[in-house]
């Protein structure tokens, strides 16, 4: 079956370190590949995508890059802020109408 | 221009005790979902709806119920609320398509004591 499988949180960063959030997925078929963030309170809003093998994302700071040999669409930022603290939430997209398929997510806390 | 919005923002219920959570979009969307997220294991699709006068049941659809009511608006039912049904509740809507971005609302907090 289809699955998105993530770093476990929390992950805990001072100011302007380096993040990664690792996910990692399981498909039949060419998956669409997805990161969303949750700011507290709020719903969540896609932060990049990545449609095809060796496309890159990027939005905001916040790169990923589709990876087929590996499965893999891990998140990275250089340089992160106190207003990136968030949930990140990877998920993938295959042929079945649009649905998504979650990770569990992973919560990330920046310390000024 | 609203975006995605869903009533009620919280909400008690006791076991047994019926509501129905509602969904608007005025994106013009086709495709609307039903999601809830549980600490831990992320957003699972209850149901979702791929065009106006469609509904298909998604990876947890036992205990609910839908109506997409027109083009706009899509509502999910409780007819009878188990503790378990206690999450938070997300409605989102599509283009269609696989690569789509999806827009969420805010969320309705429920708990079923």
């Known amino acids: 079956g289809n699955s998105v499988t993530q770093m476990e949180g929390p992950v805990t960063l001072s100011e302007e370190a380096f993040l990664t959030i690792n996910c990692t997925y399981t498909?039949?078929?060419?998956?669409?590949l997805f990161w969303y963030v949750q700011y507290p309170g709020e719903g969540l809003q896609l932060l990049l995508k990545?449609?095809?093998?060796?496309d890159k994302g990027s939005n905001k700071g916040f790169e990923a890059t589709y990876r087929k040999e590996t499965t893999s669409f891990h998140l990275e930022k250089g340089s992160v802020q106190v207003s990136d603290s968030a949930v990140y939430f990877c998920?993938?997209?295959?042929?079945?109408?649009?649905?998504?398929?979650f990770g569990q997510g992973t919560e990330l806390s920046v310390k000024p | 221009n609203a975006g995605v919005t869903q009533t009620p923002k919280f909400q008690v219920l006791k076991t047994g005790q019926s509501m129905t959570l509602q969904c608007a979009q005025d994106?013009?969307?086709?495709?609307m979902y039903w999601y809830r997220q549980d600490p831990g294991m992320g957003l699972r699709l209850i149901y979702y709806?791929?065009?106006?006068?469609?509904?298909d049941k998604g990876e947890v659809p036992n205990g609910y119920n839908v109506s997409r009511l027109n083009k706009r608006e899509f509502s999910l039912r409780l007819e009878s609320a188990a503790p378990s049904q206690t999450s938070v509740y997300f409605c989102?809507?599509?283009?269609?398509?696989?690569?789509?971005?999806?827009?969420f609302g805010p969320g309705t907090r429920l708990t079923v004591t």
């Open positions: 989102a809507s599509s283009e269609q398509g696989n690569s789509r971005e999806q827009y």
């Open positions: 498909a039949t078929g060419y998956p669409s």
């Open positions: 990545a449609t095809k093998a060796d």
């Open positions: 998920a993938l997209s295959v042929n079945q109408g649009g649905k998504l398929i």
């Open positions: 994106m013009n969307h086709n495709s």
């Open positions: 709806s791929a065009s106006e006068g469609t509904t």
